[in-house]
């Protein structure tokens, strides 16, 4: 598998089930975000992992909602080993707490985008926790930034309404897509393009969600790649294309993009959240405890 097949992996396999009503028109078959298809069948074990860390992951969160109040965060799951271009996430999604949910007892919800597997179309999914990190992944943790509360009692509302999560969606999928201009969309793009209409009602069209986060100081990450890794890539995978990148950046080899990591850091920079937290899988008979969470 080369870079840009693993670059923003995560994926979805048939486990991967509820999308967002509004999005059904015209699309189907499974969904992957920016990984390569590739048949594989995951082990037991894997299996097993990617469960007990979603189990995990929702105590802990319960936890802080009961603590803290905490109710919306960021949360990124690690689908490939992004080590060696400086990522540790690879998928990024919103997720929230529906009180509502089982009865009452309440749920974690994640909304999150991913494109269709071998093509340049996506759709909006939500999805539980299971599903979520049900994709066999390469760092069983969760990366998390929590939102400050001010803004999260505003998006709460806002997250359970399919209709108006869809209203930056761009179905044409690509995996490296330049953040300041052009016709394609990738997944962690669609969470703050969306998160920054989520915040200000002044943010009605993706152009202005630009803008409004050119202005609140999120910066891309900028992957150096070569002339012949862009030519492979662009031959051989139907979402990964480069015409939205400014011509002279992308002759230097420069391709700035949305990554999970700069999202992070943008979060706290901007006031809009608190430091990244890391969750991992805790044992069955072990409480919960604050230090189970490293910076």
Avoid at 21 to 42: D, F, I, S, Y
Avoid at 87 to 111: M, N, T
């Amino acid at each position: 598998m080369n870079f840009l097949s693993r670059l923003m992996g995560g994926g979805c396999r048939a486990l991967c089930a509820v999308m967002l009503v509004a999005t059904l028109a015209g699309a189907g078959g499974p969904a992957l975000a920016g990984q390569n298809c590739e048949p594989r069948k995951p082990s037991l074990d894997s299996i097993r992992r990617d469960l007990a860390l979603a189990a995990s992951v929702a105590d802990q969160l319960d936890e802080m909602a009961r603590r803290d109040g905490t109710q919306v965060v960021l949360i990124a799951r690690a689908g490939q080993d992004l080590s060696q271009y400086g990522l540790r996430y690879s998928h990024l999604g919103i997720a929230y707490r529906d009180d509502a949910a089982l009865g009452g007892r309440g749920a974690w919800r994640v909304v999150h985008k991913l494109n269709q597997c071998g093509s340049e179309r996506s759709m909006l999914y939500r999805q539980g926790l299971a599903e979520f990190f049900g994709d066999g992944l390469y760092a069983h943790e969760a990366g998390i930034v929590v939102f400050k509360p001010g803004i999260a009692m505003r998006l709460t509302k806002q997250l359970k309404d399919d209709m108006l999560l869809t209203t930056l969606h761009e179905p044409r999928y690509n995996m490296l897509a330049y953040p300041w201009s052009g016709p394609y969309q990738q997944s962690n793009q669609w969470a703050i393009e969306t998160l920054a209409m989520l915040v200000d009602p002044a943010v009605v069209s993706r152009a202005a969600a630009r803008s409004w986060l050119l202005a609140h100081d999120y910066r891309p990450t900028t992957l150096q790649i070569s002339s012949m890794t862009r030519l492979g890539a662009r031959v051989s995978s139907a979402s990964i294309s480069f015409d939205d990148h400014p011509f002279g950046r992308r002759m230097a080899g420069q391709i700035d993009t949305v990554t999970v990591d700069s999202v992070f850091a943008w979060m706290q920079r901007s006031g809009l959240g608190g430091a990244p937290l890391r969750l991992h899988t805790l044992p069955d008979d072990r409480p919960w405890r604050p230090a189970a969470i490293e910076t």
